[in-house]
Each structure stands twice: as C-alpha cells, then as structure tokens.
C-alpha cells in the first residue's frame, strides 16, 4: 500500500446492517421520519427504556435526508445555558457513541474554530467563551498567532479585507462519519426488534379527541400508541396533516466537497463575517457548508450563487484552497425556527411528541436529542434538556435567542 | 474673507488610472452632478414636465431634461441629474413643481457619482459583473436599469452604442473603480484585445 | 438561480431580490386586543407548506418595491408574480398539487 | 525517450513543433495539440497513479474525462492536484507526476487571476460534435442569438476520433467548414475548452471556459486563466455525447487496459498507438472500429472477443479480411501483468458460467461494454430518467421545457442520425421561441449506416478464480470491487444511495461516469431485481471538478467585499488613522501620535474632548430623509417615543423595536419641517432601517402619503465636541449665534458658509457641550478643515469610534448591536421614558406586555467599577454572583449577565463598564464577580451614568 492510503483507514462494515421488514399493523410508539434524530430515538427508546414495539417509518431511504447532506461538525459552544446543556449532553454521548453503537462512526475530536473579524465579532465570542467556561464547557479564546498554530493555512495577515483577529476554540468539538452514525443507530435498533421501514411515507394521521390512535401511509394504515415527529425540514407537511402551527420554515442549505488532498486542515474552521465553514474529511475531501438559501424550499437544491460566494470566502481565508476543486454539491432542508433553537416536546395532541427547529444544529445534537426525547416520550414528561425548547416559549417571550449569539450556528 | 469653498471628488485619485487606459475601454469620472429624486404618484403627475421632458413612465428608461437626464427609477420615483444647477436650487425647483401634486423632492447630488465607462469593449466590461442582457439591440440608448455592477448597486444608463453612464453610491465610488479597472485590464493594450 | 419576474422591472436574477415570507399577513387592527397566544401567531407563525405558497419579495437591488408571488416551495417554479394592490390569490389556486391540507 | 508509439502521420497534433515535459522526473517528449496522456503513451507509458486505497498501480484507461484512473499531480508551472492526464493539454515545460491517491496544494496563493461574464442567448448549444454542430448551424442561419460551448480543445467531437466521413470527405472538413462558418454568424458565440457544469434554473448554465492552461508558462498574466460563464439561455439544446462503458472482470485494472473507444481517439486524434499487441474485448460492434483501426496502424490484434454467443457476422467478415482473429461467447475472465497488462486470460462464456481460459499475450486491452449517454445537464434539470434495456443504458425518461437532449446523448450512435436529430433538437427550439427556421438546412450525407448487430448488456464477468470478485474493479479510483457491491446487498442495503455510500462508488473525482451504471446493474443483478428499479444516484454539478478560485473569479483580495469609505477617507489617512471594519464601511478607530498605543490615544482624544473640543467624522450614520403629510404619522409608528409633537427646528432622540419588542435601532430625528424629517440612525442600521420602514410603507400602510429616501452619502457629518467647541463652530459660522440661548440643546440651525448651505444641530452623543455639522459631502473636505484649522488655538483634536464609545459609555449612551443583541428592550436599557405612554400603538408596544417582559429578573443595562480601580475587564466577561469565598464553584455556575462594553476613563481615572446584568438595576450599590482569566475581580454596580449624571455640562 502506498504511504498515503486514507481510504485504508476506513473501518470494515458490520456483515449486517438491518431488516427490510414489512411494517405491522400496530406499535407502541411510531417514530415518523428516519433519518439521524429518528433513528436516535429509537436506538434510546430501547436501550434506555427497554421499549421495542417500535416502527420508524422513512418515506426515502434511512439516513437519506440532512443526515447525509449535512457537514458533521459537533461541537457544544453555544452561548446560552439551555442551548449548551442540550449540545453538550450530546457530545458527552459522541464521546462514548463508537461503543455504544459497537460501530465505527470515525468521530474526530480535531477541535473547532470559529474565527472573529470585526471588534463585535470578538466581544460575541469572549462572551461566549466565558459562558461555556463557567457552563464547564471546554472554550478558549485564541489570538491569531495562536489561531494559526492550530490553523496554519489560516490567512491571519492582517492587509485581508477582514483580518482574522482571533477565534473561540472548542478543542473537544470535531467531526464525525454522518452515514456511519445514521447506520450504528439504525443497525442497533433493528437488532433490538425495532422496525425499520423505508419507502414509507405518511399520507395522513386518525385521531380520536386529543390523540392520535394511527398513521396512514404509502404501505398501508398503522396503529400507534405514541407518535414522534423527527422530519426535520418537513415537519411542516406532517403538522399541517395534524393541523398543528409550528413556527418553522424551511429552507435549502447547501455543502459541498473537494476532491481528497493530502492533509493540509487539521481542525474545523468556521467564520461567521467572512461566511465559510470547512473541514478536511478523513479520506482528505474538503467539507463545506454554504449559507442558507433565503426563502422556503423544499428542494433538496439552493441557488448556485450562495456557492460562489461561499468559494470566494475560501480563498479569501484559506490561499491555499485556490486550485482545489469543487467535486459535488447538494443540498438538504433546514427547519428554521424564529430564535435559531429547535422546538421539542409535547404538542396539542397527548401523544405526539414534536422535534424540529433544529436548523442547521441537527446532526451534532443527534445523540443527545435521541436520548431526551426517548426519556420524554417514555415517561410522558420532557426531559430537563429539553424543558426550556417547548412551544409555548413563542407565547411567553422566554426564547433561547441564538441569533445574537454570533457563533456561525452551524 | 475665506476663499471659496473646494469641492473634493470621491474618484479625484484614480483619474490617473483612468487616463492611462487606452482604446478599448474608456473609464472617466463626470464631475459633480447635481441630483434629486423626485416621488410622486402617476395619477398625480398628468401632462407634468420637468425641464419641458415628461416623466417617464416606461420602467428601465430615461429621457434628456435640461442640461441633464430624467431616469425612472420607480412606478413614483426619477432621479433627474444637472451638472449645472446648484444642489439646493435644484431641490428648490423640483419641490416647487411636486408639493402641488403631493410629490416631493430632495437634494441627492453627493449620495451618488457618475462615471462614464465608453469604447468598443465597454458592454464586455459591464457583461462580467452585470446580470442584464446588455445585448446592444436590447439594451440600447435611452435605456435604464438599476442592477448590481460587481458588487455594487448601481443605476446604468446607455447614452450610445458603446457610451453608458454609472452611477453609483459615493461610498462605493472606490470599490467600483478599483473593480472596472480590474475588469478591464485584459482590454488595457488595443494589441490585447482581440 | 431563478429569473424573478419582477411586476415593474421584468425578469432578474434571483441575486437582486430579498425574500419577505408569507404574503398577507396584516398587521392587527388592535394589537392591544390580541391574547398573547394570538399576538404570538402574529409575530413568529407562518406557514410553511411544500407546494404552492403566496409570499413577498422586494426588488431591492432594482426598483425597491415589494410585490407578491405564487412560487411552489418544492419546484421553486414561481407560478406568477402580482402586485400589492391585486386581488388575494384564491385557496383553490393556491391548493396546487403539493399543496398539504391543514 | 523517443515517441516510438507515435504513427509516422496522421493525427491533429502539431509534428512540426516539439515539445518537453517531465513526468515522475523523467523527461518526455511531445507535441502541440497532445494531451499529457497522449504524449505519455506515446512514449509507450501507461502506468502512471496507484490506486488510494489498495495501491495497485493504474494507468490511462480513456482518452478524455471519463477516464476513472489516469489522475496527475501538475507541479509546474503551479501546482494543481488532481487532473487527468487525458484532459491536460501539453505545453513545453509541464512537470506533473501521477497520483498517489490525494493531490497536493501549493503552499503558496494562485497568482492567476479569474473572472467571469454574463451572455444571453436564445439557443444555447452544449457539445460540438456532429449533433451539436448541427444544432449550432440550425439555430445561427434562423438568425437566432446562440452560443456553442465545448469542452475540447477544438469542434468535431467524436468526428475526429474516427474515420467518418462526410459528403465523401474526411469529416474533419467539414467540421471545419461548420465552424468557420459559425464564426462569421455575428450572433453566434463559440468557445471551445469550455465545460459547461451546471444547469439550473430558467435556463441558467454555467460553463467553465479553461482560456490559458494550454498555454503553461506562457500564459499572459493579465488575462483571466480561467472565465466562468453565466449563461442565460431561452432553449437548451444538449448535445454531449455518450461515454463507453467498460465490462468488469478479474484483474480489470491494470496499465493498458483501456476503453475501445479510447483507444481509437489516441489513434485518430493524437496520432498514437496505444501499444503494440492488443486484445478487443467488446459485447457490441463499435469496438469493432477499434480493432480494424489498430491494425491498420500496425498494432497487431491478437483476437477481438466478443461476449456475444454470434458476435456480429458482418464486422467479424471484415476482421477475418484483416487476419483478426474473433472469438465469439467469449469474455475475458482475467488478466496478467504487473505496471503493465502481459495477457489476458480469456475464456468461453456458457449461461453465465465462465470455461477454460487460455492466455493471449498482449500489452493493452481493449474494452468496450457498450456506451452511456452523457444525461448529467437533463439530470441536473431533475429531468427523469428511463433504463433502456437494449442499450443496458439510462436516457432522458420525459420531455422538459426550454431543454432538448440530441444525439448520442439521447442514445443515438449512428452519425447521420445524430446530425438529423442535432438539427430537429434546434429547429424545435426555434420553433418554441417563435424564430422561423432557415429554408431547409442541408446536413452533410454520411454513409448509410451498417445496421449493427444488437449489442449484450453485460456488466461483469463472473470471477472463476475464487477471490469472488475482490480484483472485478467497479470503480477503479476507489478500489471497490464487485465483492463490496455483494457485501452491500448482503448487509441488508436496497437503495442504490446506500451502496453508493457503503462502497463509496461513483464517489470519486470522476463522479461515476463509468461506474455508476455499472454499479446499478451489478447491484441489480446482486438483488435479483430491474436495473430500472435500482435506478442510479443523482448526478450532482459540477460535471467536471472546477477550481474555487475559479468560482470566486474576482471577488478575490481587496475586492472581495466591498470597502466603504466617507469623503473624508484620504484626510484619515494621511492623519495616520488606524481603522476599524463597521459593516463594509473604514472607519477611523483612533489617531496615534508617534509613539502611542491606542489606550495613550484614546485617554488623549477623550481628555480633548472632556477639556477642550474634539472633531469626529460621523458620516457613516444612516440617514433618512422623510417627506410628505403623513411624515410624522409613519414616525409614530415606528419609533417607541412620541415624534408627532416635534416642533420644526428641534431634534429629538428616538428608539425603534421589532414587532417582538426588541430594540432594533435608535438615533436623532430633525424636524425639518411640518411634513419634513431627517432621520440619523447607526452606521450598521442605515440599509436595515430604511428597508424597514419601505416594508411597512409599501406593504402595510400604503395609504400613508410619505416618500422616503437614503441621504446617508449625501449628508457629511461632523460632531464637533467639547466645553470648546461653541467657539471653534461660532468662529467658522460667524453667521449663526451659537449662544445657548439662541441655538439650544437638541434644537438645530441652517446657515450657509461661503455660500454653502451647512446645517448645524446641538446634538450630544458624549454629554458634552457639541454642534454636528451637516455639508453636502462634496465639501466634507473642505468644512472639516475649516473646522480643524479654526479649531488649532483650542488645540481641536480629532477622534475616532474607540473615543466616541468611551464619551458614549461614560454616559450610559448604548451602542445597538454592542450593548445590545436583540434580546433587549428599551425598558432593560432604562430607556422607558423613551416609550411613549399615549401613543395607542407602535411596532412592538404589544410585546411588551407579554409575561417575560413583566419578569424581575430580566437583564438590564448598569454600569461597573471594578473595586481594584485597576482592571480593565475584557468585554464579553460574564457577571457572577459575588463569591464571599472568592472561588469558583464546579459547573455550571449561574451567570448574572455579561460585560457588553468596558473602557478606560481619563474622566474617572479608572476603567469601568457597562453590562447586562439580571435585576440589574436592584443590583445597584451590590458588588458582584467577573472571572478574569483565573481571577474573580470585584465589581461594584452602578447607574448606567457615570459621568455628568445631571448632564450639567452640555449646554457648556
């Protein structure tokens, strides 16, 4: 093998992965939408709570929404309490999640940056750095000699049109394989019983009063004691079958790759004035994410020139980027709620557990949201990470505002 | 007594690069313009002149008035230029004109500049940082649009087969010019621009 | 990247429009008299259906005026473009295909 | 080295002229108009990459872009990683090396300069081979606006692979003649070395325009090396072709095996012979021509075998003329060699069971498993596609407006077809554009077509050899073998995006131009099912990768964004200002003297104008202006506080919320006249304001008769400040009594200078005694040195942002944005007597009601004072309770609030700050904790004013 082999480093697959069962006419708890959050849920539901009379019905293929479009950063410096507890409950799980899962999920604890350029963006970021320290979250605030030892192609001259004048750095935050974490969690809970159904998209619901007694789908009508929404980006069509109001909107967000270089990126750069966020993946791609496209869209696709710029940012932070090449792109659907936090617990119908709003935050709190919401729907009650995200925040006032937080929420 | 007041041009220090292209593109900065933005809503407005030109209505066009031009910016909103009306008086006029049908006007003469971009690799120019069909049968004179030049807005007005007029916020005279003359450098040499 | 039909300055790239959510949306009569639920909807509800979907955008790099439009979410096809002052588009165009039912 | 493979003529390349490149340390020669690949196999080199992950050694397997293997490094004349050898022009001094897997980067920035350019067309062509040019001529006689992209070095496509001819000639004539006379159609643009990637809506492609790479070191530096299209197009006409399919079986990856087609366009193209003996191996008749054509050029064909159990009567006949040899129902079922193919283990194929293999000896291969349609631009336009059972390929399922798919892109492979269909695909886009057709267009006569026998879908060879497929390559770059497909399907996996990610196929540089069909039938076949049912995964743009700096064309150093500078710009410069970014705009931080650090500067700028008088250029405010009748209605309704009762003359401060309460933005309003306001609001607000109160004028109070305006540049500003500053304004405005009597506070003057008209207002943003000055800004210059020289005997000291937010600080003034975050009302501030108690309503009085904001402990502005008198507390520093112990408790730790901005104060003679803090406003008097680095410092709360809290001194 020659010296650089970084497809060799990647693990051998499980010999299986999960069942292609035929749904049943009734489970305990129906769990709608199978991609990292759903499938979290189930894995939890039965680990935690020894419930397995569970379906998670997917209307694609598993793992096939922003679980496997989205950039795999992890990491929990979020300004807030509530937002941090949650973001650090799951990356305390990441961080046992290879065994748990007896899966192979390549999750890099290589460190994240989010860079400042202006005078703002370091008062955001010291504040933020300060709120995770006393919330015994790991942050520092790095100067931009120190960005560039943990960052050397960093552009940290100071003649650049908004010179990097430090960065938060989360040593403990990084990367993970996003299909590989999506098939551990759905590997796991079809070995447990749970049923893993694909192709299966629901058409409707059958309520009773203040509860909802089933599902109807593209492969027939099915019972549930319990309902979980985990549809990111199309809550909205599920709730509007439940004729439930849900603040969120959903919008395209694009990412693309590179072709696979030798290593040149140790860590995570993200920058929220010069708007870019990137990682070099395991087998050498680059991995970036571009800005969220402005209006609603359910396509899977946003506008070409939301990548220009992102590439014109690239290479304004990383020189060096200037002749890599833009393999792919794609894009996923991002549900968006009014205070950048996600919407999770209980809704007007007693059992129907809501997860969405996660905007771009999704995957790295994948772990940390599936066990929460196991916990809320198996004791009926939102579990304290979850208590401060319910809806009724929108009525009182008492939002967990990420906006102002600075940190690029992605 | 003082002496009288200087006028200082935002572009005054990229004349020089201006001046030395040659041929194939031509960029120069019109001196101070003055300008006005006139609103008023065209029910109002009727058989209204200003400088003895109608207001025009078709969107994307402008017309001579005076010494200046009447561009249409909006279903209720010009902008009309005069290199040789003092601001204020300007202002005064058009006030004088538009308060009886419930318009009105104000004094923009210095948010914006006026740069004259010409030569046979002019439309080139524009094409790279400009979105419009500038196709010289479709975007021809006496045609307007506002649009992004680049990165700046800006409102570009064609005088003639290859002479077209920008105007552009004060505060992105800079950006502008530094981006024309970028644009324009594979044009530099007439030996460089077939 | 759309050609956007705006209803005074004709088609323009998607890039010289800013997007201004849900369309008819009026601003209560008296806020005052609102329950704090119903103030709550007036603030941070919209609709979000995949489908058919009235919305506003502003010509903002154009002529600065805000328009409406009939645009389906999943095919980002802009069905048509209309003014501020034109009728309220009909449930039954705006039930188009995708259209989900609450 | 010599070219020893070259053929002693023929081919497009310029034998005239040679030059020299270096590959793997080696130097080579070649000529103009070679490939890097052609060059290196006419050298007889066809290893030249070894594979990423198993490091087996690969070679140049096809002639352009949908080669899966021949991967390079270039070194010189700069580094790029990762191209095909069979897409890289050959110019004198390239240095490139093959890969070993990853490219590498240059440590140093791309010099090169990039753009792009916007074209509108009415018939955008796509390829420029026989169909396409056809197209392309169709829709430039109707006169139509066209343009013809391709992604080769010239026009002709697969017309100058082969032997075609055309009206009896060579068809390269009348490629020619097709595009010269496409030149001389002055509504016709034709780029060749331009790859149209993307396609998306309304017919918007972008197209990446490769200008100088052939050219290498000589390439003119002030021309763009690369150009990105932007093309807006009415019709789309995609005429891209088919890329051949190879067929997988064991050892399928070794140097010199290569695509059929390949290896004809090496010959025909390059004047190259791929090598010397050569085994066919083919499941249809195209390759046929490959192997007649070789042979002529004196390759000897050891045998073309043919998987077909009848082959093809016809082209067999012609091998047999030839002394070919043909193996009918036989496949090649291995291979033998090491960096070079020696022989192919070819065997018969009965009911899917492979016999005995015998060895042919040869030094290439040649493979052809049928053709796949280039459908990438109809897939990008979410164009369906349709499994086409006999061509075992997927074609456009479904008719889409504005596009038409022609030729062997549509699965068309006669060439007199291909061109009739060029032309309907034009003429039908023509007719959709209401452009009338030219008089019927003549197309060349090519020779009737062979009816060629009916080709087999085959897409692997079983593997007899017991390693159960593990060396049958599906994609050769990343090492996935037929034995990963079977482990997919065996690990549960149905939809082909799960396969594609398990085995990572089709993931590659090549995108699976190859090997994606190949891994759609083989799954298939793996799961017993249609391919059609498998179906493929999406074809994504780009088509072909595309450099970032291509894509960040000029937004590149100093234009990446763009930098706003006020009138006065130069002044501040040459006065040796540092600068701070606010938004896009420079703004002057402070003014260093030599050998100050800026807190030298700042303590010095604020002393001047506590004691003196100071000048600042406040140009960068947004400003407003707001006419009409119902002026004063719309204010009302915006800003918290009452503007109505204004009286013309006066200035007043005011402060706007969003519809959920939150303070937006704040700033003075002039009343200029009863139906005439000046609106100042912060430099970062400007654009925001203004397109908010358009939104509620437009779109929800349409009837309110108001016109708004931006004068932001329009508009210089000076605030000149300071107990001296009555005298330096009163001194260079003789005309204007600037006693305060006559010009009060918050009130505001016209008068003219030299018969300029200039507005003066007593408006204080630091509590000092203060007139800002308003000029049209083409005599900003001008008025401040005016000002600055009047100013010289109160020693006028001019200042920047970081003074202005220490005079604003010392007096409880927030900065939006800073003090700030959108979680805070006017009432946090302790603004409440800004929030008008008799207005019914404004935007976002009702928030104000909601059950948070009635709560105690919300967070309210206050200001600190560290007990030390010493530390100066980093802004951002979280508030704690205080901590008798003087020690941290574990995590988590309740926090009170933040520091939101902290100075140091000449005027106190000691740092303080102000901040956010829970009940903040109970809290005064209390001492409270901020950790500082490992320390907690003891702070005392106070009133958000610390200076002049009877505001005694603005009146002077």
């Not at chain 2, 902008?79 to 004094?107: C, F, I």
């Not at chain 4, 800026?598 to 600042?616: F, Q």
Request: glycine share 10%; proline share 6%.
């Amino acid at each position: 093998m020659s010296p650089r082999t970084p497809g060799a480093d990647l693990p051998e697959h499980p010999d299986f992965l999960w069942r292609d069962p035929e749904p049943k006419r009734s489970y305990d708890v129906v769990v709608i939408g199978g991609g990292g959050h759903g499938l979290a849920t189930a894995h939890y539901l039965a680990k935690d709570h020894g419930i397995t009379n569970v379906a998670v019905l997917e209307k694609g293929w598993l793992g096939g929404g922003n679980m496997a479009r989205n950039t795999t950063i992890i990491r929990s410096n979020y300004l807030w309490d509530e937002s941090s507890a949650i973001y650090e409950h799951a990356l305390q799980l990441w961080e046992g999640l290879e065994e748990d899962l007896g899966y192979p999920i390549l999750f890099s604890q290589r460190g994240v940056l989010n860079l400042a350029h202006t005078l703002q963006d370091v008062r955001d970021s010291v504040r933020r750095v300060e709120a995770n320290k006393l919330n015994g979250v790991d942050a520092e605030w790095l100067e931009p000699d120190e960005v560039r030892k943990v960052c050397p192609i960093v552009n940290t001259s100071t003649d650049i049109r908004y010179p990097v004048l430090g960065a938060t750095y989360q040593p403990r935050a990084g990367i993970a394989k996003h299909d590989y974490v999506a098939w551990g969690f759905a590997r796991r809970a079809d070995e447990a019983g749970i049923d893993l159904i694909q192709d299966c998209e629901v058409t409707g619901f059958t309520t009773d009063g203040d509860r909802v007694t089933g599902v109807r789908t593209t492969r027939g009508d099915i019972a549930a004691g319990k309902v979980a929404l985990c549809a990111a980006g199309h809550t909205s069509v599920l709730t509007d079958m439940l004729g439930i109001r849900v603040p969120v909107q959903s919008h395209p967000l694009q990412a693309l790759v590179s072709e696979l270089l030798e290593p040149v990126h140790p860590t995570v750069v993200m920058s929220n004035a010069v708007h870019v966020y990137v990682s070099q993946a395991h087998k050498g791609e680059l991995v970036m994410g571009a800005g969220v496209d402005s209006y609603n869209g359910y396509g899977q696709r946003g506008a070409f020139h939301v990548i220009e710029r992102q590439m014109a940012a690239a290479v304004e932070l990383f020189p060096v980027f200037a002749r890599a090449h833009l393999l792919r792109t794609w894009g996923g659907i991002v549900d968006t709620s009014p205070d950048a936090s996600p919407i999770v617990g209980r809704t007007p119908y007693d059992n129907v557990y809501l997860n969405c709003g996660w905007g771009t935050g999704g995957f790295k709190a994948t772990p940390g949201i599936g066990s929460a919401l196991a916990h809320t729907i198996a004791h009926d009650e939102p579990h304290p990470h979850i208590a401060p995200f319910t809806l009724d925040r929108f009525v009182t006032g008492a939002l967990v505002d990420e906006h102002g937080a600075a940190a690029v929420a992605h | 007594m003082a002496d009288q007041l200087a006028r200082t041009h935002p572009l005054e220090a990229w004349l020089p690069a201006f001046a030395e292209l040659t041929g194939a593109v031509r960029i120069d900065a019109e001196p101070f313009v003055s300008m006005a933005v006139l609103r008023a809503a065209r029910a109002t407005t009727g058989d209204l002149r200003i400088r003895g030109t109608a207001l025009p209505t078709a969107p994307n066009t402008w017309a001579p008035a005076g010494d200046g031009r009447l561009i249409w910016l909006g279903p209720d909103e010009w902008l009309l230029t005069s290199p040789g009306t003092a601001p204020e008086a300007l202002e005064e006029e058009l006030q004088t004109l538009l308060r009886p049908v419930g318009g009105s006007a104000a004094d923009v003469s210095a948010q914006r500049i006026s740069l004259r971009l010409g030569g046979p690799q002019a439309r080139q120019v524009l094409a790279k940082g400009c979105s419009i069909d500038l196709h010289p049968r479709v975007f021809t004179a006496g045609q307007s649009t506002q649009t992004a030049l680049g990165q700046a807005a800006v409102v570009l007005l064609a005088l003639d087969e290859d002479e077209f007029a920008v105007l552009v916020r004060s505060s992105f005279a800079g950006y502008l010019a530094s981006w024309l003359l970028d644009a324009s450098l594979e044009h530099a040499d007439p030996a460089l621009t077939s | 990247m759309q050609l956007i039909e705006c209803p005074w300055c004709g088609p323009r790239e998607e890039t010289e429009f800013s997007y201004g959510g849900q369309a008819h949306v009026p601003y209560p009569e008296q806020p005052g008299e609102l329950s704090d639920e119903q103030w709550a909807h007036y603030v941070f509800y919209r609709d979000n259906p995949k489908g058919r979907f009235a919305e506003r955008w502003n010509h903002n790099t154009g002529c600065r005026r805000w328009f409406n439009a009939i645009r389906d979410t999943a095919t980002y096809r802009f069905e048509r473009v209309y003014r501020l002052d034109d009728p309220q588009p009909s449930a039954t165009e705006l039930a188009g295909p995708r259209r989900s039912t609450s | 080295m010599t070219s020893t493979f070259r053929t002693p003529e023929g081919g497009r390349v310029d034998r005239s002229t040679t030059v020299e490149f270096t590959f793997d340390g080696q130097t080579f020669p070649g000529h103009p108009g070679d490939t890097l690949a052609s060059a290196l196999l006419a050298s007889g080199r066809h290893a030249i990459a070894s594979s990423v992950k198993l490091g087996r050694p690969r070679g140049i397997a096809a002639a352009w872009a949908e080669d899966p293997s021949g991967l390079v490094q270039i070194e010189e004349p700069f580094p790029e990683p990762m191209l095909l050898a069979s897409t890289v022009e050959l110019y004198d001094g390239l240095v490139a090396h093959g890969l070993p897997g990853q490219g590498r980067l240059a440590d140093v920035p791309d010099s090169a300069r990039y753009d792009a350019m916007h074209v509108h067309v009415d018939v955008l062509v796509v390829g420029a081979g026989p169909a396409g040019l056809a197209a392309a001529l169709t829709a430039a006689r109707a006169g139509a606006r066209v343009a013809l992209v391709d992604e080769h070095s010239e026009a002709g496509g697969s017309l100058l692979s082969g032997t075609d001819r055309l009206d009896g000639a060579p068809a390269a004539g009348w490629v020619a003649a097709a595009v010269a006379e496409l030149a001389a159609h002055p509504e016709v643009l034709h780029l060749q070395r331009t790859t149209a990637f993307g396609l998306y809506d309304d017919g918007f492609v972008l197209a990446l325009q490769r200008r100088t790479d052939h050219l290498g070191g000589a390439a003119p530096r002030h021309e763009a090396r690369q150009r990105v299209w932007r093309i807006r197009a009415r019709q789309v006409v995609v005429a891209t072709g088919a890329h051949e399919r190879p067929v997988v079986f064991p050892d399928n990856d070794r140097p010199g095996i290569m695509l059929a087609g390949g290896a004809r366009t090496f010959l025909h193209r390059y004047g190259v012979r791929v090598g010397s003996e050569a085994v066919v191996f083919t499941t249809n008749d195209s390759a046929y021509d490959a192997a007649l054509d070789l042979h002529r050029a004196g390759v000897r064909v050891a045998a073309v075998v043919d998987a077909r159990p009848e082959g093809s009567p016809l082209r067999a006949e012609e091998c047999r003329a030839a002394g070919i040899p043909v193996r009918t129902g036989s496949v090649v079922a291995g291979t033998s060699g090491g960096d070079r193919i020696t022989a192919a283990l070819v065997a018969p194929l009965a009911d899917g069971e492979v016999g005995r293999a015998d060895e042919l000896a040869c030094d290439v291969l040649l493979v052809s498993g049928g053709w796949n349609p280039a459908v990438h631009l109809f897939s990008q336009a979410r164009g369906r596609l349709r499994y086409d059972e006999v061509l075992g390929a997927f074609l456009p399922g479904e008719r889409l407006d504005g596009l038409a798919v022609v030729g062997s892109a549509a699965g068309l492979l006669d060439l007199a077809g291909c061109l009739a269909d060029g032309r309907r695909g034009a003429s039908a886009a023509l007719t959709a554009l209401g452009i009338a057709p030219a008089a019927e267009v003549r197309l060349p006569t090519a020779p009737e077509p062979v009816v060629p026998a009916a080709p087999l879908v085959l897409w692997r060879v079983p593997d007899a050899s017991g390693a159960e497929g593990s060396t049958s390559f599906v994609d050769l770059q990343r090492d996935a073998t037929v034995a990963d497909l079977a482990r997919a399907a065996g690990a549960g996996l149905r939809s082909m995006e799960h396969v594609k990610r398990f085995t990572t196929i089709g993931t590659a540089h090549d995108q699976g131009k190859t090997s994606g069909v190949l891994a759609s039938g083989i799954t298939a076949e793996l799961l017993g099912v249609p391919v059609q049912d498998t179906g493929t995964t999406t074809f994504r743009p780009p088509y072909t990768p595309v450099a970032f700096a291509a894509l960040a064309g000029r937004d590149r150093g100093r234009l990446f964004d763009p930098e706003r500078v006020t009138a006065l710009h130069d002044w501040h410069v040459a006065a040796g200002a540092v600068f701070e970014d606010v938004g896009q705009w420079k703004r002057p931080r402070y003014y260093p003297r030599a050998g100050e650090d800026m807190a030298a500067a700042v303590l010095r700028e604020c002393a001047a104008a506590r004691s003196g008088v100071g000048i600042l250029d406040g140009s960068t405010l947004g400003k407003i202006d707001v006419q009409g009748p119902d002026a004063a209605v719309l204010l009302d309704r915006m800003y918290t506080n009452l503007i109505s009762s204004l009286k013309v003359g006066s200035v007043r401060y005011g402060v706007m919320c969003g519809v959920d309460g939150m303070v937006i933005d704040d700033g003075t309003v002039l009343r200029l006249a009863e139906d005439r306001f000046l609106l100042l609001t912060t430099t970062g607000g400007a654009a925001k304001v203004l397109d908010w109160l358009e939104e509620w004028v437009q779109t929800e109070w349409p009837e309110l008769r108001v016109h708004l305006a931006s004068v932001t540049e329009q508009w210089s500003t000076f605030p000149v400040v300071g107990p001296r500053s009555r005298d330096v304004v009163g001194a260079v405005f003789p005309d204007v009594d600037v006693s305060n009597e006559a010009f009060p506070f918050m009130t505001w003057r016209d008068t003219t200078l030299d018969g300029v008209p200039v507005r003066l207002a007593r408006i204080s943003f630091s509590g000092e005694l203060a007139f800002e000055v308003y000029v049209n800004a083409w005599y900003a210059v001008a008025v401040w040195e005016r000002l600055v020289e009047a100013g010289a005997p109160q020693g006028i000291t001019p200042y920047g942002t970081e003074t202005m937010h220490v005079l604003r600080a010392e007096k409880g003034y927030p900065i939006i944005g800073q003090d700030t975050d959108g979680t805070v009302t006017p009432h946090d501030l302790g603004m409440a007597w800004a929030v008008s108690k008799k207005k019914p309503d404004f935007v976002g009085k009702r928030s104000f009601a909601r059950v948070e904001n009635q709560n105690p402990l919300r967070k309210q502005l206050v200001g600190l004072l560290p007990v030390d008198r010493q530390t100066v507390l980093p802004e951002g520093s979280q508030v704690v309770d205080f901590l008798a112990d003087g020690r941290l408790p574990p995590p988590p730790v309740p926090m009170l609030g933040h520091v939101t901005s902290s100075y140091r104060s000449a005027e106190l003679a000691r740092p303080f700050a102000l901040a956010l803090v829970k009940g903040g406003r109970a809290r005064i008097g209390d001492t409270v904790h901020v950790p500082v680095g490992g320390t907690l410092v003891p702070v005392e709360v106070t009133s958000s004013v610390l200076v002049d809290p009877e505001g005694a001194r603005r009146d002077g």
